[in-house]
């Protein structure tokens, strides 16, 4: 290679890593504009079931104890996400305590999009780009742009279970994956259990993962490897965890008390839209959606993917 070539490839290089750093200051300052905007000026109260969980933080504040599954609407989830809005429930004042959990909402959901960046840097390290476009991909999805100001536990527990499977990658596609580090990716996925009780399918995803990487390896000294690794993930994780569900066996008899279990609680919920579908309505979608995206008649809140759409 020439003196003059090696220099230009030198330039084009640098050129290149300008515009990468220009990309992800541009990319940075459009997801937090965005986020900035609903957290101060967002619509309050539209999300789903915004008053049931602004009501699971009054319950915390006004009584400093957790609530019971049948003593109001939402209140069968775990805590974790409601003691962050008691923390914002201390100002005394209620558009504090909805902004605050807007902010934790978009924060969380800035932060799965960097995690997604991350992740994707860890497979493709020599295509930095791929990252730029995970990030952007994720922080723009629709379902963060129009749900980032809702007061529901959703994106707290998706931010905590996204950490927990980031650590546990970054250990996994280390030279030496090690138990400490298993054990830390078990405590971000005990805090998500403990936040909303969806997430401990992330355990399934963290065990399959562990169980294909036994499978690939095939000696007897890697199973055992994976198998600690496997009991480390899932032991802290349900140690976290654990004290929320063991309050609920010893009250039900089992480990998680929907608000559907009770008759009043199941009632309303037979009564409200759709109600029963037919199966016209998993491929038909109504004209009409796209003009008025309101689920509360026929046909439109009865189309599955119609109603997606909305």
């Not at 300008?18 to 609903?38: E, F, I, P, S, Y």
């Not at 933080?57 to 989830?77: I, S």
């Not at 730029?132 to 999805?141: K, T």
């Amino acid at each position: 290679m020439t003196t003059d070539s090696a220099a230009g490839l030198a330039v084009a290089a640098q050129r290149n890593h300008k515009r990468m750093r220009a990309g992800w200051v541009l990319a940075c300052l459009v997801l937090l504009a965005v986020r900035g905007w609903n957290v101060l000026w967002g619509p309050l109260l539209q999300g789903y079931d915004d008053f049931a969980h602004i009501g699971y933080v009054l319950f915390l504040d006004r009584y400093a104890a957790l609530p019971w599954a049948d003593q109001g609407w939402a209140y069968f989830h775990p805590p974790l996400h409601y003691l962050l809005g008691w923390g914002f429930a201390q100002f005394d004042d209620a558009v504090a305590l909805v902004r605050g959990l807007a902010f934790v909402s978009n924060a969380a959901s800035f932060g799965i999009a960097a995690i997604a960046a991350r992740v994707v840097w860890l497979a493709s390290p020599q295509r930095p780009a791929l990252a730029w476009l995970a990030f952007v991909s994720v922080g723009l999805l629709p379902a963060f742009l129009y749900s980032g100001n809702t007061a529901g536990n959703e994106w707290t527990a998706a931010f905590l279970a996204a950490v927990g499977l980031w650590w546990f990658i970054e250990n996994e596609c280390g030279h030496r994956p090690t138990v400490a580090h298993a054990a830390w990716a078990g405590l971000a996925i005990g805090f998500a259990i403990l936040t909303k009780v969806s997430a401990l399918l992330v355990l399934g995803a963290v065990g399959l993962s562990l169980l294909l990487r036994g499978l690939l390896e095939h000696t007897r000294t890697e199973w055992s490897a994976v198998v600690t690794r496997g009991i480390a993930v899932a032991g802290v994780a349900m140690v976290i965890s654990a004290p929320f569900f063991v309050r609920n066996f010893a009250e039900y008899g089992s480990l998680s008390r929907l608000g559907t279990d009770f008759p009043q609680t199941a009632r309303i919920e037979r009564s409200q839209p759709p109600g029963s579908r037919a199966l016209r309505d998993f491929y038909q979608i109504p004209v009409d959606l796209f003009d008025k995206p309101k689920l509360d008649g026929d046909p439109r809140g009865h189309a599955v993917l119609g109603s997606a759409y909305v």
